[in-house]
């Protein structure tokens, strides 16, 4: 016999029903109701739901997104890319920004290009089916405040560059110079002091030629479609003179980048990646690549050292995020592995610049 007690404390069907109903009307108010664009689509890419801050942040109206694909909002070339990445990571599973979160760039209707910060989650529904959600942040302000800090730092280097390169370098050439007359007149008298001053003269002569080299280095010679080329070469000599190691680079064909900024971000995410290399993993070897790959620019940053650091390790991890930060400033990446042989790979990708129209 039932315990009628226990049968009347069970919710009927129209209370289950009643309880689900205001369970996804709290849910569906809450995401409407979010500060962030919270943005839905299927395996497809097919958008399915927006919510209202997505409508403001995009200038589209609601029904002008779903259904549409989500590389709508995304310039180029991200945008004929992005099926590609969905369907790379359903065909093997490799996470590249679902579940980790990563900048990107998206696009407004009126076509004006925004930094944003984008975390994707997966879920998979009772019915079998999948589904993605994005949440997005415009970080334009904190971009444009970030950008100015860098330029900031990239004026001082070339402040202190132009003054190292016209004061100092000229007046090490002039003591050069100088010894140098002394030098060869206490030769002529047969002075034992001559071979002495010779040495004071090689000397100077070193501190001028790295004086030059590290001026150089704070405002490299990157303005023209070359210049990223050469100064890479130029940073490669300079480490294997300054440090006695082997210092390369290389590239399979010539890569041409019109865009200065691009080059010079590009040049400072090698010379961050090299003196890493070179003062904390105490490589003996280093190697710059530089290459065109996808409609990637392509940088790498080889070395044979003690592999990558701890992340307690004093002196490299202000300058692995400057490295990553350059490298989102160009709507790249930058990415760091240990390699199979020992020592640490760097690696930044990021889109080629559009050439610059003919005139």
Do not use: W
């Amino acid at each position: 016999m039932k315990n009628p007690s226990s049968a009347s404390s069970s919710p009927s069907i129209a209370e289950l029903q009643a309880a689900l109903q205001a369970s996804e009307q709290r849910a569906a108010t809450i995401v409407e109701t979010a500060v962030h664009p919270i943005i839905t689509i299927d395996e497809n890419c097919i958008i399915e739901t927006v919510n209202t801050a997505t409508e403001k942040l995009f200038g589209y109206k609601r029904h002008e997104m779903v259904g549409q694909n989500i590389s709508m909002l995304m310039p180029q070339p991200f945008r004929d890319r992005h099926d590609g990445y969905v369907e790379h990571y359903m065909r093997t599973g490799e996470r590249r920004i679902i579940g980790i979160g990563r900048g990107a760039l998206a696009m407004r209707k009126d076509g004006s290009v925004f930094p944003i910060d984008l975390s994707v989650g997966e879920a998979l529904l009772p019915t079998g089916r999948r589904i993605f959600t994005g949440i997005i942040r415009d970080i334009s302000e904190r971009k444009a405040l970030e950008d100015k800090v860098l330029n900031i730092s990239e004026e001082e280097r070339a402040r202190i560059g132009r003054e190292l390169h016209d004061d100092l370098c000229q007046q090490l050439a002039a003591i050069g110079c100088l010894a140098k007359v002394a030098q060869q007149r206490l030769a002529h008298i047969g002075s034992e002091e001559a071979a002495h001053l010779g040495e004071i003269v090689r000397m100077v002569s070193e501190a001028n030629t790295r004086a030059r080299e590290t001026a150089r280095g704070l405002m490299p010679m990157v303005h023209d479609s070359d210049g990223l080329m050469d100064a890479l070469k130029e940073l490669a000599d300079s480490t294997a003179r300054a440090f006695r190691i082997q210092c390369e680079f290389h590239f399979d064909n010539p890569v041409k980048v019109q865009d200065i900024q691009t080059a010079l971000q590009l040049f400072r995410v090698a010379q961050e990646a090299v003196s890493n290399a070179v003062k904390h993993s105490q490589a003996t070897r280093v190697e710059i690549h530089l290459a065109r790959q996808s409609g990637n620019i392509v940088l790498t940053v080889r070395d044979n050292g003690v592999g990558i650091p701890d992340q307690g390790s004093k002196g490299t991890g202000m300058g692995l995020l400057t490295m990553s930060h350059r490298a989102q400033m160009m709507g790249g990446a930058v990415s760091f592995s240990s390699r199979s042989h020992g020592g640490t790979q760097v690696t930044c990708s990021v889109p080629a610049p559009a050439k610059a129209p003919k005139p």
